[in-house]
């Protein structure tokens, strides 16, 4: 499952919370953990208190985490959050980043440069995105988004691998539709399909997957679903990303649209753990 995490810590937030959880399933106990924190750009004055509070920032984050300096790598650096955090995931080829976020909408985040959107939008690994005003709990309902894609494939198996290891985990499947679709002669519906595909997914992990199939507004819908059944995590593939040439770029392009994962990342009421769709698959 996760064999290399990058923690982003601002010291804020519940990501602290998080990692414990984590920490807690079997497999991602004997995880890397990698702790970055990002000072902003000093005059050559002012670099070496800054490091230095930075440091003592980072020593606190680990006390508070139960883990020990020795076996962190803990990173500190200089320079744009949003460009680091992205830098250093490839340096480190990290499996999972993980993130606090202040749940800010898509145009106060831009006005924001919020640095949590920015890499949610453009990180192609997995990000598990922990917003500042949700409580965190044990992980043991989760809730993965079924679209019968080969990135939905991916968050399939991430959320089984997830599961599998948690002592009565539980698994619920959801797939969306606008509107219905109507049956064919055999009294199935492609969502049908869709989910059994899943279910039987699923299985081949050694999960048990609850499908539940609704219509309706999808980013609307799946975080309705995830206070249903009082998901703990929110698992959802996506394969809306901004091309590479505009990661200078103010997100302007999708501004005015809509987009499914910038809504659930916003409302959902359990931590969201995003899946991209590999560069070279694109």
Do not use: W
Not at 39 to 44: D, H
Not at 61 to 76: F, G, K, Q, S, W
Not at 223 to 236: N, R
């Amino acid at each position: 499952m996760f064999r290399n995490l990058l923690i982003a810590n601002s010291g804020k937030g519940h990501v602290e919370e998080m990692v414990r959880t984590l920490r807690a399933i079997p497999p991602c106990r004997q995880a890397r953990i990698n702790l970055l924190h990002v000072m902003n750009e000093q005059g050559a004055d002012d670099l070496r208190s800054h490091r230095e509070q930075a440091e003592a920032l980072v020593a606190d984050a680990l006390a508070r985490m139960d883990l020990e300096p020795a076996e962190v790598n803990t990173i500190v650096r200089e320079g744009d959050t949003k460009q680091t955090v992205l830098k250093v995931a490839d340096e480190l080829d990290a499996d999972l980043i993980v993130m606090g976020s202040r749940g800010l909408g898509r145009l106060q985040s831009i006005l924001a440069n919020s640095a949590s959107q920015y890499v949610f939008q453009l990180s192609t690994r997995p990000m598990l995105l922990v917003r500042d005003d949700l409580y965190i709990r044990a992980i043991n309902r989760v809730l993965v988004t079924v679209d019968g894609t080969g990135v939905g494939d991916d968050a399939i198996r991430l959320a089984c691998e997830l599961v599998a290891s948690i002592p009565g985990g539980s698994l619920t499947g959801v797939h969306v539709t606008r509107q219905d679709i109507t049956p064919s002669r055999g009294g199935r519906s492609p969502a049908d399909e869709v989910l059994d595909k899943a279910v039987q997914r699923a299985r081949s992990f050694g999960v048990t997957m609850q499908p539940i199939h609704r219509t309706g507004n999808i980013g609307r819908t799946v975080c309705d679903i995830s206070e249903e059944i009082k998901a703990d995590l929110v698992v959802i593939a996506s394969q809306d990303r901004r091309p590479l040439v505009a990661k200078a770029l103010v997100d302007l392009d999708r501004l005015l649209g809509s987009s499914v994962s910038d809504y659930i990342r916003v409302h959902a009421p359990a931590p969201v753990l995003l899946v991209r769709e590999p560069e070279g698959r694109r």
